[in-house]
């Protein structure tokens, strides 16, 4: 009635996990566990060295590098995680680009589209605020022509445009 179990078969021999402790303190088995512990120890370097230089292009701050780095280093992964997680979304350089741009756009709508005056909107073109009558550029004495104020003759009729202190003059008249 009793017939043998199958895993009576594997129960006879002498120890079934003796392979195995034998694998696990073999050099085999530290050679592993070296190499194991070798490219952990590397990625999370390699961390280290990407939040750094990371840092460095998205925060001004050499004491927050500092910070971000140092996190980076004494909780191996998390640090570099948490910093990716936490780290500006902007490079500083994507930033003082954005910055000048606004700027230059400032200007350009200070120069062209705003009397010097009183503010009101003006046409690139206009020789006079048409809301404060101010003068705002220069006309030649002949043809009447509007001039830059670099240009030493007008390059419509060869006139010769005003003199720096004519044009002080000109200008302080109109524009009081
Ligand atoms: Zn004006
Ligand atoms: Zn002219």
């Known amino acids: 009635m009793t017939t043998s179990l199958p895993l009576a078969a594997s129960s006879n021999s002498d120890n079934p996990l003796g392979g195995v402790s034998d694998f696990f303190s073999s050099s085999t088995f530290h050679a592993i566990v070296l190499l194991v512990l070798f490219f952990i120890g590397v990625l999370w370097l390699a961390l ?7 840092a460095k292009r998205r925060i001004d701050d050499p004491v927050l590098v500092g910070v971000s780095i140092v996190t980076a280093l004494v909780f191996p992964f998390v640090g570099a995680l948490v910093y990716t997680i936490l780290r500006p979304p902007e ?6 680009e954005r910055e000048l741009e606004i700027r230059a ?18 046409e690139p073109d206009f020789i006079a605020c048409p809301h404060c009558a ?18 030493r003759l007008c390059p419509y009729c060869e006139a ?17």
Request: with cysteine.
């Open 48 to 54: 280290v060295f990407w939040t750094y230089k990371d």
């Open 134 to 151: 101010r003068r705002l550029k220069l006309t030649c004495s002949r043809c009447r022509s509007a001039l830059k104020p670099e240009w």
């Open 160 to 176: 010769p445009t005003p003199t720096q202190q004519q044009r002080t003059m000109t200008l302080y008249e109109t524009s009081s």
């Open 91 to 96: 490079y500083l350089d994507d930033v003082r």
């Open 105 to 122: 756009m400032e200007r350009r709508l200070g120069e062209e589209g705003m009397c010097p005056g009183c503010g009101g909107d003006i």
